[in-house]
């Protein structure tokens, strides 16, 4: 099974290049599903159909789903919630600002993710896919789900110990069983996502700065957390005909591709123009996906590996950049805020730092074995 995870800012056509790939899977004889991990789902609306129901069949071997997640989570996790509403009570806050503290920032996107796991884990009866292509949620919630174990991890045991001290209160049966299940649920989606054999992920953005910025920090995050990124794919190109009047658009717009490929490589970068069209429905999206990958199949790995690795070390961090082909003679790194600028004769790499590194100084850098160590104290 093949799992694509398609990611990035909010309006850069992810569910339009989740759709395409979707398309072209389907049509090389692959039996696909795409799912939106998005609450505001868009996926019928690219394929110009209204959809009935939460799954629908859009064309031969493709599926697309549009899950009602409100419900899901509430079936799920109701206990949890009906529990914290209780302790929140306890503690002196009104209904209004109990609801809103209960609701747990990503939980509706989990709910999706939660039917990824299924289709890969092939259970519940669910049907089987040879490829499952994720529309997903916009990156600040992504980035939010990647770390979501290990901060439900924190609140919870900070949760347990407030409910403990208050007098004749103790969490029940039910609750703890809701509990070990939602973990369960989190390790099943972090061996999905954590299966570089089979799933990998493929950010998309706008040759824009802000845009830029935000994916540069979502490569950080998912090497960080052991995610395989394997594509950058740069939308809404303008084309070099438009006349005078687009010039500095597209002036600007080279420039940031330049910017994207000193960033993201070595991520193979592909790019796709502004149609002069809405992409709405099949033809069109079999043209997305035709400039996109041309004769290739989709579903393959472009990219194997990650950009960048993480590792902790006595006294401090240490980030290791795989750079081959360089003079270590010639390289400089420099370090502004929460950014690191690497420049050699032949490349040069802007990297946006996580928190655990942003606040520490970067010490000393090695270049040995077509790598480049440097440590933060």
Known sequence: MRVILYTGKGGVGKTTVASATGLLSAELGYKTIILSTDPAHSLADCFDISL???VGQVAPNLWIRETIVQETAARKWQKLREWLLGLLAREGFDGLRAEEIAYVPGMEELAN??????????????????????????????????SFPDALSWWVDRLFAVEK????????????????????????????????????????????????????????????????????????????????????????????LQVIEESFSPLPIRTLPLFEQEVVGVAMLRRVARTLFDQEDPTQFFFRGHVQEVKEEEGGFMLILPLPFLSKEDISVTQIGDELVIQSAKVKRNIILPPALAERKATDAEYEENKLRIKFE
């Not at 830029?212 to 990124?229: A, H, P």
Request: charged letters at 25%.
């Open 165 to 256: 001290r208050l007098p004749g209160s103790s969490a029940g049966g039910e609750v703890l069983e809701a509990m070990a299940n939602l973990f369960d649920d989190l390790c099943r989606i972090r061996n999905v996502l954590s299966d570089a054999e089979h799933c990998s992920i493929r950010l998309i953005l706008t040759p824009e700065k802000m845009a830029i910025k935000e994916t540069q920090r979502s490569l950080t995050y998912f090497d960080l957390y052991g995610f395989s990124s394997e594509m950058v794919i740069v939308n809404k190109l303008f084309p070099q005909d438009l006349g005078n009047h687009f010039s500095l658009w597209r002036e600007s717009q080279n420039k940031h």
């Open 113 to 146: 993710l939660l039917y990824v796991a299924t289709y890969y884990e092939g259970g519940d009866g669910e049907e089987k896919y040879d490829v499952i292509i994720v529309d997903c949620a916009p990156t600040g919630e992504t980035l939010r789900l990647v």
């Open 52 to 54: 009935k129901g939460e």
